[in-house]
């Protein structure tokens, strides 16, 4: 352990490869004390403020990853955020750099050391394979017509009709937690900032059609 070492919680809630990653990151001189979390709710019991690193799977079996990273930049804004995952999707990835990450590999990077080095030391390191995805992103945001998923849509009907998360989640049959990244993507494709401002943007833009059931 070196001056630089930071305490570090890891979120994996496979058992054997989070053993695995576990032995891996405690060669990186920018790794401390290494505290484990296999669950969403185990992340959140923690305490945040005392981490200087978040290494963060994205799929966990009570919530989603992402979800995490506004709150342990509530308790500690300095903290280190490292996504990895399998995912190479295109919401996975916009979930995460939108929700804070400072980067985002895969969990077959040949390179994770090096990945948490870059990040301890202000770089952003982003898988080549899901780059793309952030440029093509900022070329649509620019230009052509708004395009919404279907779950996108789903979720703009509900807040039309006033749902909270909760019944959002009931009516979508999915996790509350994921409620909040439908919303963030929506917003982000919109340009809105609140539910009313969404609501108005979309029905300008004839995406919004309040008759329809969900």
Known sequence: MTAAAVRTLLVEDHA???RELRELVTRSPYVGEVVEAATFRQAMETRASSFGLLLLDISLPDGDGPDLIPYFRSHNPEAKVLVFT???SEVHTLQAIESGADGYVMKDDPDLLGRIDQVMNGRNPVDSRVAGYLLERFRSAHSGPVELTPREQQT???L????RYDELAAHMQVSVHTVPGYIKSLYRKLDAHSRGE???K???MGLLSLPSAI
């Open 16 to 18: 054997m490869l989070r």
């Open 86 to 88: 399998v995912h190479q």
């Open 156 to 158: 703009l009907s509900g």
């Open 160 to 163: 039309a009709r006033g749902m």
């Open 198 to 200: 969404a609501v108005y």
């Open 202 to 204: 979309a029905s300008q």
